[in-house]
T-cell receptor, first 114, second 115 residues
Framework: AQSVTQLGSHVSVSEGALVLLRCNYS??????LFWYVQYPNQGLQLLLK??????LVKGINGFEAEFKKSETSFHLTKPSAHMSDAAEYFC????????????FGTGTRLQVFP | SQTIHQWPATLVQPVGSPLSLECTVE??????LYWYRQAAGRGLQLLFY??????ISSEVPQNLSASRPQDRQFILSSKKLLLSDSGFYLC??????????????FGEGSWLTVV
């Protein structure tokens, strides 16, 4: 069965520092992988997704993620954090190859300090 | 462009009372529709999934039910709420294509507090 593990429920960085949010997946089929962001009391917004094209995926707001099959990872990075990046981030994997249903991780809350 | 509307945004209900959360999608036809629940520290849990009118799949056993009376309308209901039903409920949609990898688009969510 597909699953996602997000290492670290909370991550704190200084403004301007590198952001690294970790995601490891388990999938019995080639996965589709997603990162979503959630601002307080709002729904989820798609940051980026991997659908078996380029392994380095660029998303909105300067975020990118690299699919590494050998490490079963899909970590999210941003070179320089901004105060507005403070939010909760969710990694997700497709539940199976013929459905859009997603399995979500438990989320990582990113705090950005001035 | 497509939009998704979900209401009410906030709801406080006593234990044992009924529940109805509504969701509509505009700008697309025959979407896949979803209800997710978000609990602190547990991520998002898929509750119901629908590929068409009257076609509902329940993903987990629970005190809730879902209905899809129209193509772009999805309703989450309960006859008698439990304290454990409290949480943040998210409606979502994706294109009905038969393939995976389509983006799921979320509504703004509904906060339910059962007291």
């Amino acid at each position: 069965a597909q699953s996602v593990t997000q290492l670290g429920s909370h991550v704190s960085v200084s403004e301007g520092a590198l952001v690294l949010l970790r995601c490891n997946y388990s999938s019995s089929v080639p996965p589709y992988l997603f990162w979503y962001v959630q601002y307080p009391n709002q729904g989820l917004q798609l940051l980026l997704k991997y659908t078996s094209a380029a392994t380095l995926v660029k998303g909105i707001n300067g975020f990118e993620a690299e699919f590494k099959k050998s490490e079963t990872s899909f970590h999210l990075t941003k070179p320089s954090a901004h105060m507005s990046d403070a939010a909760e981030y969710f990694c997700a994997v497709s539940a199976s190859y013929n459905t859009d249903k997603l399995i979500f991780g438990t989320g990582t809350r990113l705090q950005v300090f001035p | 462009s497509q939009t998704i509307h979900q209401w009410p945004a906030t709801l406080v209900q006593p234990v044992g009372s009924p529940l109805s959360l509504e969701c509509t999608v505009e700008g697309t036809s025959n979407p896949n529709l979803y209800w997710y629940r978000q609990a602190a520290g547990r991520g998002l849990q898929l509750l119901f999934y629908s590929v068409g009118i009257g076609q509902i799949s329940s993903e987990v056993p629970q005190n809730l039910s879902a209905s899809r009376p129209q193509d772009r309308q999805f309703i989450l209901s309960s006859k008698k709420l439990l304290l454990s039903d409290s949480g943040f409920y998210l409606c979502a949609w994706s294109l009905h294509s038969g393939n995976s990898g389509n983006t799921i688009y979320f509504g703004e969510g509904s906060w339910l507090t059962v007291v």
